[in-house]
């Protein structure tokens, strides 16, 4: 059974930085392209960014310079370090596997 479990999420000032990451399990993880979603209140899903099996990476242009997704096949795991957050980027953050699979979200909030 497929799992991808979030972690990382919290609170913080604007200006600061958190690291998600995103452990996989029953599945064969160096096989899929991951990616980072999020979803705001009363907002449509939308990708953060996106890391191909290969190492291709692509973001969202409001995220450009300040995010930068990585993956460590040996380990499961894919990251999303956030940096210069914003208000803007308060959202619940979703890992995705492609295709077919997502984690449950773990939540970003960006407030004074």
């Known amino acids: 059974q497929v799992q991808l479990v979030e972690s990382g999420g919290g609170t913080v000032q604007p200006g600061g930085s958190l690291r998600l990451s995103c452990a996989a399990s029953g599945m064969i993880f160096s096989w899929y392209n991951m990616a980072w979603y999020r979803q705001a209140p009363g907002k449509q899903r939308e990708l953060v960014a996106a890391?191909?099996?290969?190492?291709?990476?692509n973001y969202a242009d409001s995220v450009k310079g300040r995010f930068s997704i990585s993956r460590d096949n040996a380990k499961n795991t894919v990251y999303l370090q956030m940096n210069s957050l914003k208000p803007e980027d308060t959202a619940l953050y979703y890992c995705?596997?492609?295709?077919?699979?997502w984690g449950q979200g773990t939540q970003v909030t960006v407030s004074s």
């Open positions: 890391i191909s099996r290969g190492g291709n990476v």
């Open positions: 995705n596997a492609n295709p077919g699979f």
